[in-house]
């Protein structure tokens, strides 16, 4: 199947939310730029492509604690932090202080969005309401968009709903918020697992590609995407406002 | 005391959260306008501005039946709805379809800045989060900015705690998705209530006089704003970024 060709008529929707980490932004390349840039001012010798990698695989397992009831709400802040220190351990990291650890956490605040992101954004913006609808806290958020200058017209959150996605009621939360009936809204994500839940929520979902979000060593085999159940499937944001003829 | 007098150095916050109705937007003519359009085309003979007025003055009332614990929470639109009801019948206006009823109702999602609005909230964005705290939803909040062009960091609502203000939960709901203590936050309205609630909660305050608000007949009777308790007393929204020193 041809990118696009899901799609025949541009779906009737008030709303477009995103993902943010690897949807809009590169977050291993912004990640790995702070850690270089902390490690040879400490003097430090590490891989910081492996130590971003293990930090992000973390991610998911930090917020299953949340999800499951283990510990109480905690935004990411909180959680990278915790993780970062395990990942210090486990790359024999001595060398930081505890300003140096709040920095380098804040990295996750300070990351650039992909080359099509804001062009893109800035035509669905011009039809669609666009907000984020992330696992990121909102200060996250509101941090990242004025440092990329990112025109959201809403910052939406997890936050919001004190649920992680995939969790219904992050998804339902947003819709809420937006005073709508949740197929007025589409879901606009790089993940199959956060498209499906917010189909599973009611909304529409589109699929954008990011083959390089794990770096060109395990770029994507190919440009095509996976077998996604999304309703659209577009190679970035300007394909996505072609697909929706903005 | 002359404005701005009351500042000498402009205090280290990281938001400004502004009040909507009245601080940042003309709620009065913009009603009315609708109101006039919408009394032309179904040929209803009443004093808009008058009808505008009373409309405003069930605000705080239908806010109480809230706030009391009378009813749980209802957004502004399903408030103003249930509201116009009672002042339709008050003036004896018949004529309005269900349509008509929610488009007038739609009136408060389409208010103009003040003049002095964009210029100052473009300015004080270089230096501030810029973000709403009002008891308008969120919705209402992201439909009056798009199409006034309001360019907010951060759309924040009484909405997210649930609590209108001046209840302290909705200030401390918007400090704690800023992430930061409440001293770091500065509240900017033109009424006097909210500022004084918003001090109690820890925040800072900045007064701004809109002496419109209500109309040319009025007008409060100098350009001297009240007695306010507020850190800092600002002409317009362009005079407070000149006081911050932005």
Chains 1, 2 share one sequence.
Request: glycine share 6%; hydrophobic share 40%; aromatic share 8%.
């Amino acid at each position: 199947m041809c990118l696009g060709e899901s799609l025949m008529t541009p779906p009737d929707v008030d709303a477009l939310v995103f993902d943010v980490f690897g949807t809009v932004v590169d977050w291993r390349s912004g990640v790995i730029r702070d850690g270089e840039k902390l490690g040879a001012e400490r003097d430090i010798d590490v891989d910081w492509a492996a130590f971003v990698d293990a930090w992000r695989e973390e991610y998911q397992p930090s917020m299953d604690r949340v999800r499951d009831g283990e510990i109480p709400w905690r935004n990411l802040d909180a959680l990278h932090r915790d993780s970062l220190e395990t990942l210090l351990d486990r790359f024999g990291v001595e060398a930081l202080t505890e300003t140096d650890k709040e920095w380098l956490t804040g990295a996750w605040h300070r990351l650039d969005p992909w080359p099509d992101s804001l062009p893109g954004l800035r035509r669905l913006r011009s039809e669609y309401f666009v907000a984020t609808l992330s696992n990121g806290h909102v200060r996250l958020l509101a941090d990242m968009a004025k440092r990329a200058g990112i025109p959201w017209d809403l910052i939406l959150s997890a936050e919001l709903s004190g649920h992680y996605k995939p969790a219904e009621e992050a998804y339902l939360r947003a819709v809420e918020l937006l005073d709508v009936a949740p197929d007025r809204v589409m879901m606009v994500a790089a993940h199959e697992m956060d498209l499906e839940a917010a189909s599973e929520a009611g909304l529409r979902t589109a699929y954008v590609h990011r083959p390089l979000e794990w770096g060109p060593d395990e770029y994507r085999s190919t440009n095509e995407p996976p077998d996604s159940t999304a309703e659209i499937i577009a190679d970035n944001f300007v394909d996505l406002a072609k697909i929706l003829d903005v």
